[in-house]
């Protein structure tokens, strides 16, 4: 991703990514509202099998795009409750593909799949789709960068971690010690000691 044209803001950057516009503007139609709000209490409820039930029956019906994202978006919460992380990243894709969420949603969505592909030891998928997210979103924070970080040292590629993790740090008003820790091993491992031991330096002073 070239940062070239970016505007630096305290804690994020603004990427000079156009704004989205969805294709699809449908909403709830009365019947699947108060069928959603049921399910809705279920999840609440940690109900999931039932709710996963209801979830099912609902995408039997005729339903418009947007009942049918909003209906993987919550089997993606119920399978993340369950522990399926990948059935779950796939469920949020499906909910993607309507085109018909707000972008807020949209958006947090595709960062929840970066996530729940990271939960299931897929990491160059959790990469792949954070590089989507970063073609699209407009303002990327700086945990977003110290999230694919935290990929990067996990798959043992220490100068990439050392190069998007210090773009966080830079960015942040107060790094998070974690984040400084991770930096300082992915020093050590890149046997960079010199920066190892500035880095340590200034944890000892935190």
Do not use: C
Not at 55 to 74: G, I, P, S, T, W
Not at 145 to 152: T, V, Y
């Amino acid at each position: 991703m070239s940062l070239i044209s970016q505007i630096v803001f305290a804690g994020s950057f603004k990427t000079g990514n156009p704004e989205r516009k969805k294709t699809n503007f449908e909403a709830f139609t009365e019947q699947v509202y108060k069928k959603m709000e049921k399910i809705q209490i279920l999840v609440s409820e940690e109900n999931y099998v039932e709710a996963r039930v209801e979830l099912n029956d609902l995408l039997k019906r005729n339903l418009n795009n947007y009942e049918v994202a909003q209906v993987h978006q919550y089997l993606g919460w119920v399978n993340a409750s369950e522990d399926k992380f990948e059935a779950a990243a796939i469920s949020f894709q499906k909910a993607l593909d309507s085109d018909s969420l707000p972008n807020q949603a949209h958006f947090s969505m595709m960062l929840q799949m970066a996530q729940m592909y990271m939960a299931a030891d897929k990491p160059q998928k959790a990469l792949d789709m954070l590089n989507q997210y970063y073609a699209g979103v407009e303002e990327i924070e700086d945990k977003t960068f110290a999230f694919e970080a935290n990929i990067h040292y996990g798959m043992e590629n220490y100068k990439k971690t050392i190069s998007v993790l210090k773009r966080a740090i830079e960015l942040s008003d107060k790094p998070q010690e974690s984040w400084m820790y991770m930096l300082y091993g992915a020093y050590k491992y890149d046997s960079k000691f010199r920066e190892a031991a500035e880095v340590m330096e200034k944890l000892i002073e935190i």
